[in-house]
């Protein structure tokens, strides 16, 4: 069964989390632009172009809407940072360590009997608005098809 | 709510099987993806299965930040695909993935005949970059969504790649065909 996640029309809560061991960053910072929130389980996954690895291929053409892309997971800065070096990732990934998964819980993305994050995606338009939303089943990658669909329906 | 194929198959795709076959399978595909390697086999069973009734389609999906190979790989496979010997670079580059880099590139190449300098400007210019990108953006539109990703008559196989699996699905499209066609 599938979470209830925020859906379109709702401000997207603001937070602050870590992006590096030691620089954090601010949601609302990045107003102006459309962003796409990718919440997803956990860093490592083992299969070949997982969901990180494929937005990671995939970012010129958000790029092309201009948005930003975030990862976010309970994963701890420097994990994040390994798995970025690793993956050779273009974008941030965020942890939401601390307390953990209060920022996916705020929408409404957190599995509390796993202690992990949904495979939840978000798209916000330049004023943090929520305009898609989307929340696949916990083992399937959802792929990007609908996070290009609703850039392009974007107003312009 | 099954993704579908958004790039029909045209005249630009690399196509193995009877144009008329009832059942079309196609598949994006990296060169380098280990999973995309032991498809390899699978598909080639597949197709001895089916024979005539079925027609395969090979898209481009390298993911080029974590396969280094996987682009220059493509581009051999199109430039191959100039000379008319594209399905015999592909076969050769999956079945020696394990050592897959630019030497065997350039070992496959010189035994199909391509001339080392077009493989060589082909390889380092990204000649075919357009062809290859567009597979690629074809594939996440249509919902690919990792490697190696299948598409059963233009609806995506969300099963496993295992040879059951595939058989299943193709046997499923293939009763419907047959159904139409009556």
Known sequence: ?????????????????????????RLSELRGKPVILAFYPADWSPVCG??????????????KYGAELLGISVDGAWCHAAFVKDRHLHFPLLSDFEPKGAVAKQYGAYRDKDGFCERALFVLDKDGTITWSYCSPVAVNP?????????????? | MASTLKVPVSSSDHIQGDEHAPVTL?????YECPHCGV????????QNHYGNQLRFVFRNFPLTEIHPY??????????????????????????NQDRLGIPLLFELGGELGLP????????????????IQGDFLGGVRSGVNGTPTFFVNNIRHDGSYEFEDLVADIDAHLSQAKAVSK
């Open chain 1, 1 to 25: 069964m599938a979470a209830k996640i925020l859906s379109p029309g709702t401000t997207a809560p603001d937070f602050t989390l870590n992006v590096t061991p030691d620089q954090k960053l």
């Open chain 1, 50 to 63: 997982d969901q990180m690895s494929l937005y990671n291929q995939v970012l010129p053409e958000f790029k």
């Open chain 1, 143 to 156: 792929g990007a098809d609908g996070i290009l669909r609703a850039l392009e329906d974007l107003p312009k």
């Open chain 2, 26 to 30: 196609v598949e994006y595909g990296d």
């Open chain 2, 39 to 46: 498809a390899y086999y699978i598909v080639k069973t597949v």
């Open chain 2, 70 to 95: 996987a682009e220059p790989a493509a581009e051999a496979a199109e430039l191959a695909a100039v000379y008319d010997q594209f399905w015999e670079m592909h076969d050769g580059i999956y079945e």
């Open chain 2, 116 to 131: 080392p300098n077009r493989l060589r400007d082909a390889i380092a210019n990204h000649e075919f970059s357009d062809k």
